[in-house]
């Protein structure tokens, strides 16, 4: 079956760093790979996701992510944050398990931007 | 754009009682979702659904079931609700196809007392 996971359940940095949020998928054939953010106190909105073609693909709000296949990573990355990008993001990735469609979810990264 | 509703944002519900979870999307999308998503745990998939009347198990179906009559509502019914059932549940849809993403409803933060 297949699986994510998020490295860092928490991560803070300043206003206008760098940012990565990591994410590894287990392997599989073919993959379909998504990043959701969730505000706090609002549902899941999609910020980018991988299917197929360019392995760095870009998303809303500045937001970018790379699918490295030998590394079977998916990490989000944004080159400044601002203190509004302060959200739990979920990496997830496509499962067909048993021909049913279904996302995967890991387990969330909170990020903090502080001023 | 799509909207994904759901009933209520904020629910207390006494232990034993039978709770219902509603949730509309207004795409016409085939396929229906219902999450639970807690603390330290991500999003776990308990049921969903790829056309009316159809239905899966999820991940933790345990104590839970749905009901899709219409293409544009999904219910979750928790047939007695329990303490350890308090959670916030997140409704999701999306077109059937590898690549569609999933679009969800703000969720029903339940209290179970």
């Known amino acids: 079956a297949q699986s994510v996971t998020q490295l860092d359940s928490q991560v803070p940095v300043f206003e206008e760093a760098p940012v990565e949020l990591r994410c590894n998928y287990s392997?599989?054939?073919?993959?379909?790979l998504f990043w959701y953010v969730q505000y706090p106190n609002q549902g899941l909105q999609l910020l980018l996701k991988?299917?197929?073609?360019?392995?760095l693909v870009k998303g809303i709000n500045g937001f970018e992510a790379e699918f490295n296949k030998s590394q079977t990573s998916f990490h989000l990355r944004k080159p400044s944050v601002h203190i509004s990008d302060t959200a739990e993001y979920f990496c997830?990735?496509?499962?067909?398990?048993?021909?049913?469609?279904?996302?995967?979810f890991g387990k969330g990264t909170k990020l903090t931007v502080n001023p | 754009d799509v909207k994904v509703t759901q009933s209520s944002r904020y629910l207390v519900k006494r232990t034993g009682e039978k709770v219902f979870l509603e949730c509309v999307q207004d795409?016409?999308?085939?396929?229906m979702f219902w999450y639970r998503q807690d603390p330290g745990l991500g999003l776990r998939l308990i049921y969903f659904?790829?056309?009316?009347?159809m239905k899966e198990k999820g991940d933790i179906p345990e104590g839970y079931s749905v009901s899709r009559e219409k293409k544009e509502r999904f219910s979750l019914i928790l047939e007695s609700a329990s303490t350890n059932q308090t959670s916030m549940y997140l409704c999701?849809?999306?077109?059937w196809g590898m690549g569609y993403e999933q679009y969800f409803g703000p969720g029903t933060r339940l209290t179970v007392t």
């Open positions: 999701a849809s999306s077109l």
């Open positions: 659904s790829y056309d009316v009347k």
């Open positions: 795409m016409d999308h085939e396929n």
């Open positions: 997830a990735v496509r499962s067909t398990q048993g021909g049913s469609e279904k996302l995967v």
């Open positions: 991988y299917l197929s073609g360019s392995t």
């Open positions: 392997s599989s054939v073919s993959v379909y």
